[in-house]
């Protein structure tokens, strides 16, 4: 991100192709690069929050020739006014927002635009339809080496900052007869899917208790005994080999062996060869929304 951005992350970050981004900078004047002493382009953040505000506006019907010829004002009032009369392609241009301030590492922008959504649409519409496909997003750029290791901690950080605030406001728990033990495994260090679990469990009534992320099954096994959870949930964000898995259920079956066991993140041959009561898989958010 120091040296800017290529225009193939352009197009992986838009979806919009490179030869379509060469041709609009040809015939309408769309972006004027930095080059580099080899001639290679390189697009700078404000090039990126332009490119995804065009391919919204391109989106919903206005022709590339139209676009080019708006000023950055105008395509910004082009930007408000598809907030305000399309749900999609207000979500789209939130997501965008979030990860151009992510880019930028601007505090400012993150907590506005965050805000301004669960404000008007709730903290868990807000995880469900931004955040996650705004980490999706993020790690696309991981993937590509395009984003530094200090703006993966800034997004997550102001993530689990938020889910924390909000897990801290819910009421103590209502149903005394359940207790739910979260955490990751040995080296999982991904936490946001299993906070936003927290959340989930937490407003259902359940009491939680949160491990975090990286913990020894042995130890697991210890909590659940001195707690009596009746629920343990384990969320795999790694790949491991089948014979890893097994291996692992085996140690958290005797661990825990009274409690129901969760276990999300499976690979989807591991989930039709884990046939055991102890064990319910969750493939998806409303597998354990149905539980709780």
């Not at 082009?78 to 305000?84: A, K, M, S």
């Not at 790694?238 to 009274?258: G, H, L, N, T, W």
């Amino acid at each position: 991100m120091n040296n800017g951005l290529s225009i193939k992350d352009l197009e992986n970050l838009s979806g919009i192709k490179a030869h379509t981004i060469r041709m609009w900078e040809k015939r309408h004047n769309i972006f004027d690069p930095d080059r580099t002493e080899t001639n290679i382009r390189l697009y700078s953040t404000d090039d990126l929050t332009k490119l995804l505000n065009i391919s919204s506006v391109l989106d919903h019907g206005m022709k590339i020739s139209k676009v080019s010829m708006l000023s950055r004002e105008e395509l910004n009032k082009e930007i408000e006014l598809l907030q305000q009369e399309n749900i999609e392609a207000s979500k789209k241009i939130i997501v965008n927002k979030l990860i151009v301030a992510t880019l930028k590492c601007n505090v400012v922008d993150f907590e506005k635009t965050y805000k301004t959504y669960v404000a008007e649409n709730g903290l868990e519409d807000a995880m469900e339809k931004i955040i996650y496909p705004m980490l999706i997003q993020i790690g696309l750029m991981w993937t590509v080496s395009k984003l530094n290791p200090s703006q993966e901690h800034f997004a997550s950080q102001m993530i689990r900052q938020k889910l924390f605030t909000a897990i801290d406001l819910l009421p103590d728990a209502s149903k005394k007869n359940s207790r739910f033990l979260l955490y990751l495994p040995d080296n999982e260090s991904h936490e946001i899917g299993l906070l936003y679990a927290y959340y989930l469990v937490k407003k259902a009534g359940h009491e939680c208790i949160y491990l975090g992320p990286s913990v020894p099954v042995e130890d697991v096994g210890a909590c659940c005994t001195n707690s009596n959870a009746t629920h343990v949930l384990c969320a795999f964000t790694i790949q491991r080999s089948e014979s890893v898995f097994k291996a692992y259920f085996d140690k958290m079956k005797e661990a825990c062996p009274s409690a129901q066991l969760l276990v999300h993140g499976l690979p989807s041959a591991m989930t039709s060869q884990l046939n055991d009561s102890n064990f319910k898989i969750l493939t998806d958010l409303q597998d354990l929304k149905n539980i709780i």
